[in-house]
Each structure stands twice: as C-alpha cells, then as structure tokens.
C-alpha cells in the first residue's frame, strides 16, 4: 500500500496526530523531570534508593527501545504506540499512589518514563519511522524540524506547570501533595493513546502490510547503522559531561550565580533550542542534511571549551546562549539523515538502535564530569567539547562519501 502525502508545504493528517500525541507526552514528561526528584526524596527514600529509581528509567528505556526495534514492526507500530501510551498512563498512576520501591523500579522499567522531552526511548523510535514514511524530499527534514520543536516548547511548557503545585499549596493549605500531580500523566497519556489510535495503516512498515516474511532485523543496512550507532553513543557520552544540572551546578559554584538567574539563563536556553530546530531544517535543505549536522555542531563544541575558560559570569552565559543556539541544530539533521539512509522497511530497527547506542553510555558522563571537576575547575567543559569535535569529524570522514538515495 502506497503512502499518501500531503500537499507540499503541508503535513499529512498522520502526521499531525504524531505530533499533537509527543507534543501531550512531551509536557508531562517535563512536568515529571523537574517533580521526580524532590518527590522520591520528600517520600523518604534515600538517595542511594532514588539513583536506583532514575537508573531504571534510563534502563527501562534501553530495554524498551530494543524491545521497539525487534518487534514494533511485526507487532505494527500503531498498535505498538497505543500500548506505550495505556504503560504511561499506568505508570503515572503508579508514581502517583505507591510508596513501594520495588513497584516503582517496576514501572520505571517498562521504559515509558523519560527525563527527557525530546528523544524519550521507544516512543522517539516509532515516530521517527512513522514521520519518515509520512513526508518525502524536503518535507523530511521540515517535518523532523516541527517534530523537535514541538517536544521543546511543550517540554518547557511542562517544566514551567511544575511550579503549579507549590503555588497552590501556598493558596491552599490542603492542597494534595507533589506526588499526586503525577495523576497528571494519566489523563495526558490516555488522550495520547486516542490520537495514537486514530492513525491509519499508512504509518506501518511497508513488510508488515504486504505480508511479506519477516527477515532478520537490519538485513541491508546493519553495518551503516553499526556505524552510526557507535558514533552517536560516542557523542551522548560526551554530552553527558555538561548536561543542565551539572551546568547549573558549575555556574553556582564558579561564579556563585544564584537560583533565580538559572532560572532565567535555562529558560532562555530553551527558548533558542526550540528556534534552532527550523532552522536546521532550513540550512539541511541547503547545505545537506550531513553538512549541517557537522557544521553546526563544531563550533557549539568550540563554544563549551570556551565556557571552561570564561573568566566572568557574563561571559560564561553569552557563551552558553551561543552553543545552545547551535547545539541541538544536528538533533533533527540526524533524525532524518538516519531515516533516508536506510529503507522504509528498516526504519523502525535503525531509529531504536542509534537512539538505545545513546541511552547506554548517558549515565556515566555526570559521574565522570563530578570527578574531572575536582582536577580542574571547567575540565569537563573541556572534554566534553573535545569528545564531541572528535565525533564531528570522524562522522564527516565516514560518511561524507555516501550519497543519499534523495
């Protein structure tokens, strides 16, 4: 069954229904970042206790996201994507209510919760091979460009709503406690899975429609993808050494910057990554999808070394405004560049693969970066800006050859 896209300039009805469901997801998982935290620790468990909770999530999403790749597609993605929207709105239920350690390592195991707004484990694998067989030539990489910006602004959006239940119980003395917003995600993730549901067989793999035999997964484009993931692994582990809160920490404890200017400095953060997606959708259909993920992402690298030296708040935080108006630019070059490398049939396999090559090395950054900052100050400012310049220029030399099918 052949896909029917929209009108160019336009996306198609499956399209947007992705779109409105990450965009539901993406909130409450950025009202969940900021409220998990403080939530585990006000219900008296340790931090040894509340490591373990967070480690699951990111485990969780590992094991899902394989999950995706192997058998979303036989299962049918539609299907697959309706059932992980049913396990969040359990999981938030569950969050909300149990006190149980070990039901709450349960549920983060099923990989339906996420940190992060905008790669979030195998729900990020689904869409991006359902977006792929929704929108063709310079449709893709626009469409990857929406789809990004959508999960920032609505990740914020939901970052910001956390405020709500201590203002509350500044106007209401009985209002419920943190804990109980996370009923929250029931009701968002319920309204998900509706979208989710109304999507047509047009989202599927075209093997699983034409009922052809299935073949081992990756079967034409597994030593790309290899490759791919392996570099992509290399780049999150050196992300890991400066991700927000380590950035927080640093600015606090250099320059003595206080909460409420984070406050201000992250928003505004925010603010530019959700403009630099369609924008990197714009110079990917100039430059080319390769050119702009590498050349984008250079000097934010530079930029971070930069901000190891900055010998003055100010400077520091110019610099930061600067790599984050450049940094996040490879996020939906790379989404996409992935999709047209390989064919329809393989997409959902290779979207799960170089995503989980992410979610595994991630955790180890921020230990890492606490024992490099205690050698030098700004150290790991440095090493991650060195990682990921190595990861920049090896992926040119590996793949500025290859010619992509559009």
């Known amino acids: 069954m052949a896909a029917s896209h929209a009108p160019a300039g336009r996306l198609s009805a499956d399209a947007r229904r992705v779109l409105w469901a990450q965009a539901l997801r993406a909130f409450v998982y950025g009202f969940g970042a900021v409220l998990l935290g403080p939530t585990l620790e006000r219900r008296g468990f340790s931090s040894t206790a509340v490591g373990g909770v967070l480690t699951a999530v990111v485990a969780g999403t590992v094991l899902s996201s394989l999950a995706v790749g192997r058998w979303g597609d036989r299962v049918g993605r539609r299907r697959a994507y309706v059932w992980l929207y049913l396990a969040l709105a359990a999981a938030g239920a569950a969050f909300a209510w149990s006190n149980r350690l070990w039901v709450l390592v349960a549920v983060a195991l099923t990989g339906t919760l996420s940190t992060d707004a905008i790669e979030s484990g195998p729900f990020t694998s689904l869409e991006q091979a359902m977006l792929a067989g929704e929108l063709e030539g310079r449709q893709l990489v626009r469409g990857f460009g929406v789809y990004n910006a959508v999960a920032a602004a609505a990740g914020s959006l939901g970052a910001l709503a956390a405020g709500g239940p201590s203002l509350l119980r500044h106007l209401w003395s009985g209002g419920p406690s943190d804990q109980r917003f996370f009923l929250l995600f029931v009701p968002a993730a319920l309204a998900g899975g509706a979208v989710a549901w109304r999507l047509t067989d047009r989202v599927e793999a075209p093997a699983s429609l034409s009922g052809a035999p299935r073949r081992r997964v990756l079967p034409s484009s597994r030593p790309v993808v290899l490759r791919l993931s392996t570099l992509f692994a290399v780049d999150s582990f050196g992300g890991g050494f400066v991700v927000q809160s380590f950035i927080a920490y640093w600015l606090t404890a250099r320059f003595g910057a206080s909460s409420g200017t984070l406050g201000v400095v992250f928003f505004i953060v925010g603010i530019l990554q959700t403009l630099s997606f369609p924008v990197a959708a714009r110079l990917g259909e100039r430059f080319g999808l390769l050119r702009t993920m590498v050349?984008?992402?250079?000097?934010?690298?530079?930029?971070?070394?930069?901000?190891?030296?900055?010998?003055?708040?100010?400077?520091?935080?110019?610099?930061?405004?600067?790599?984050?108006?450049?940094?996040?630019?490879?996020?939906?070059?790379?989404?996409?560049?992935?999709?047209?490398?390989?064919?329809?049939?393989?997409?959902?396999?290779?979207?799960?693969?170089?995503?989980?090559?992410?979610?595994?090395?991630?955790?180890?950054?921020?230990?890492?970066?606490?024992?490099?900052?205690?050698?030098?100050?700004?150290?790991?400012?440095?090493?991650?800006?060195?990682?990921?310049?190595?990861?920049?220029?090896?992926?040119?030399?590996?793949?500025?050859?290859?010619?992509?099918?559009?």
């Open 295 to 406: 050349f984008t992402h250079l000097p934010s690298n530079a930029l971070l070394i930069g901000i190891a030296l900055s010998p003055r708040l100010s400077i520091a935080v110019s610099l930061l405004f600067a790599r984050a108006a450049l940094s996040a630019m490879d996020v939906p070059t790379r989404q996409a560049y992935v999709m047209v490398l390989v064919g329809p049939e393989e997409r959902t396999a290779a979207a799960a693969a170089t995503n989980t090559a992410r979610y595994l090395v991630r955790p180890a950054g921020p230990v890492l970066a606490g024992a490099a900052q205690s050698v030098a100050v700004g150290l790991p400012f440095a090493i991650a800006g060195a990682i990921k310049g190595t990861y920049d220029i090896v992926l040119w030399r590996w793949f500025r050859g290859i010619r992509l099918p559009d």
